[in-house]
T-cell receptor, first 112, second 115 residues
């Protein structure tokens, strides 16, 4: 089945530093979704990217979808303690598929 | 408020026992999903259902069973055949009527442990 590889697995940053997590696939993705899971919580949908080369911003978060639609990244500028959690990328297995495959996530720790 | 309700929040299973996790949604979503989350493993799909009275196996269906008798409900049974059931179980739903790439909305989860 489809796999999405996510790196790094863990990231520790000082508050105010930037953070980036990367998601890669060996196959072309129809779209990619990003979720955030706070410690002890459940995943919450952040955004979906569909178009080749698409860039979307949500305040300090910037999401990119690669030109070949095989990779994506989430960049957080000037991290805050509220950014702590695990960030997952996820992609549907193909057109018409209802199976969403998640990356293993990047766990972000922010040191105040 | 619309949402997904999972119960119980914590559940303990004895050896050889079947247990059922509840998932109810009032979002009028067509599709519902069950995931298992282990530390460092991300989310793995157990079963999903696109419509009432129909469901499909995910990547790790062995030792689990589901039913979808009502649109709002998608209970998961962890059977005694599941030898390593200790995990965090998440139920999700999405509005899938003829549009397949929808975001998923998650419940708060159930933590299952072996006694």
């Amino acid at each position: 089945g489809q796999q999405v590889m996510q790196i790094p697995q863990y990231q520790h940053v000082q508050e105010g530093e930037d953070f980036t997590t990367y998601c890669n696939s060996s196959t072309t993705l129809s779209n990619i979704q990003w979720y955030k899971q706070r410690p002890g919580g459940h995943p919450v949908f952040l955004i979906q990217l569909v178009k080749s080369g698409e860039v979307k911003k949500q305040k300090r978060l910037t999401f990119q979808f690669g030109e070949a639609k095989k990779n994506s990244s989430l960049h957080i500028t000037a991290t805050q303690t509220t950014d702590v959690g695990t960030y997952f990328c996820a992609a549907y297995s193909g057109a018409g598929s209802y199976q969403l495959t998640f990356g293993k996530g990047t766990k972000l720790s922010v040191i105040p | 408020d619309g949402g997904i309700t999972q119960s119980p929040k914590y559940l303990f299973r004895k050896e050889g026992q079947n247990v059922t996790l509840s998932c109810e949604q009032n979002l009028n979503h067509d599709a519902m999903y069950w995931y298992r989350q282990d530390p460092g493993q991300g989310l793995r799909l157990i079963y999903y259902s696109q419509i009432v009275n129909d469901f499909q196996k995910g990547d790790i269906a062995e030792g689990y069973s589901v039913s979808r008798e009502k649109k709002e409900s998608f209970p998961l049974t962890v059977t005694s055949a599941q030898k390593n059931p200790t995990a965090f179980y998440l139920c999700a739903s999405s509005f899938d009527r003829e549009v397949w790439n929808q975001p998923q909305h998650f419940g708060d989860g159930t933590r299952l442990s072996i006694l």
